[in-house]
């Protein structure tokens, strides 16, 4: 079974631009979530998507958003770069629906560098 | 709100020794505990989970992690390290409750074993 793909794997971007990166999970996966990984703030939880519903959100400005489409594939988006933003972003995406054991299989990240 | 603490920012190991990898974690009620490996420029890893049950879990390339409620610890445990278990290790939690529950990590501990 092919894991979690994410796309592009690099990106540069200048500031004031905005970005969309891309998240196609495991097959039969409805759960996807977002994470930030920088050596600073270490992993942060972005948002989660099940079934194209925003289940759960992060701590981070209106300027991340994301969605769900109807096969389960996400989409971030990060609108109006800021150089903090440059980072490690991780998708992973987990089971069915239940009372959360299941664990998340994550994504190679797309490392994003805003300049 | 839950967290993970992981004191060490590195733990140094001769191959051959047995490795500790500790964490502790806060969260009301009953956790679900994970850990995950990361190696470079690559995205998380599963190693294993604690849901219920046995304290002593068994997981992945024969790591292993007690759960120790008393002490809301999860430390992460092999017998024998390799060379090739250097990564970067990351510990986290999840609340014990219906609905959608972020996953929350610490902030990673560094392992490194010396041939």
């Known amino acids: 079974k092919a894991g979690v793909t994410q796309t592009p794997r690099y990106l540069i971007k200048t500031r004031g631009q905005q970005v969309t990166l891309s998240c196609s999970p495991i097959s039969g996966h409805r759960s996807v979530s977002w994470y930030q990984q920088t050596p600073g703030q270490g992993l942060q939880f972005l948002f989660e998507y099940f079934s194209e519903t925003q289940r759960n959100k992060g701590n981070f400005p209106g300027r991340f958003s994301g969605r769900q489409f109807s096969n389960s594939r996400s989409e971030m988006n990060v609108s109006t770069l800021e150089l903090g933003d440059s980072a490690l972003y991780l998708c992973?995406?987990?089971?069915?629906?239940?009372?959360?054991?299941?664990?998340?299989?994550f994504g190679p990240g797309t490392r994003l560098t805003v300049t | 709100a839950q967290s993970v603490a992981q004191p060490e920012d590195q733990v140094n190991v001769a191959e051959g020794n047995p490795l500790t990898v500790k964490c502790t974690y806060s969260v009301s009620g009953n956790p679900y505990l994970f850990w995950y490996v990361q190696y470079p420029n690559r995205g998380l890893q599963f190693l294993l989970k604690?849901?219920?049950?046995?304290?002593l879990v068994k997981g992945s390339y024969g790591f292993e992690a007690e759960f120790n409620k008393s002490q809301t610890s999860f430390h992460l445990k092999k017998p024998s390290a390799l060379v090739s278990d250097s990564a970067l290790y990351f510990c986290?939690?999840?609340?014990?409750?219906?609905?959608?529950?972020?996953?929350?990590f610490g902030t990673g501990t560094r392992l490194l074993v010396s041939p």
């Open positions: 992973a995406s987990s089971g069915t629906f239940d009372r959360g054991v299941h664990e998340q299989y």
């Open positions: 604690y849901i219920t049950g046995d304290n």
């Open positions: 986290a939690v999840r609340r014990r409750r219906w609905g959608f529950q972020k996953l929350v």
